[in-house]
């Protein structure tokens, strides 16, 4: 849940479609929205232009190989822009955190659940590619539990290891990735 002045925009998922609702502050419906090509919306941000980022994972075509999606929206329920990333070659979804800069552009993560892969991405507000890269052999299984920038304009991503020994992690990455 996120929200700009008086409106909150609510993201989920309702029989394997995503969607938002954008509701006032007296709980009345301004527009529903649903996308069917992304089913498993887990974040929204407000961003500090008057939109919203929307992000989520599920299928692009093929359910065998899930994608991460980012999806932004005026305060009306316009899409202003979509982008997706390939999550590789596992068949289940995990979720993916984004997270406004200092700068205005947007840090994304996202991790395979039963991988050791980790995605990440930098956009401008116009959903232009700045930086990207994956982790890859880190961990046995990671699972991201947040994004953020730092005052340094380095990026921190936090984690979980779900091998046996259930440990968390911190990963540190300069302003460049």
């Not at 969607?19 to 007296?26: F, V």
């Not at 507000?125 to 920038?149: C, H, M, Q, R």
Request: proline share 2%.
């Amino acid at each position: 849940m996120s929200s700009n002045s008086s409106k909150i925009l609510i993201v989920g998922t309702i029989n394997y479609v995503g969607g938002a609702i954008n509701i006032d502050g007296a709980s009345n419906v301004n527009w529903p929205l649903e996308f069917q090509d992304c089913f498993d919306f887990n974040t929204v941000i407000a961003t500090s232009d008057s939109a919203y980022l929307m992000v989520g994972s599920g299928p692009n075509g093929d359910v065998q190989h899930p994608t991460a999606h980012v999806i932004k929206i005026n305060t009306e329920g316009d899409t202003l822009w979509t982008r997706n990333f390939n999550m590789g070659n596992n068949e289940t979804r995990s979720r993916v955190y984004i997270h406004e800069a200092h700068d205005s552009n947007y840090v994304m993560a996202w991790s395979e659940q039963n991988s050791s892969q980790i995605g990440i991405v930098k956009l401008d507000p116009y959903a232009t590619i700045i930086w990207e890269g994956k982790l890859d052999g880190i961990f046995n299984s990671a699972t991201i539990t947040s994004v953020e920038e730092l005052s340094d304009s380095s990026t921190l991503i936090t984690g979980l290891n779900n091998d046996q020994r259930k440990t968390g992690f911190i990963i540190k990455l300069n302003q460049y990735g």
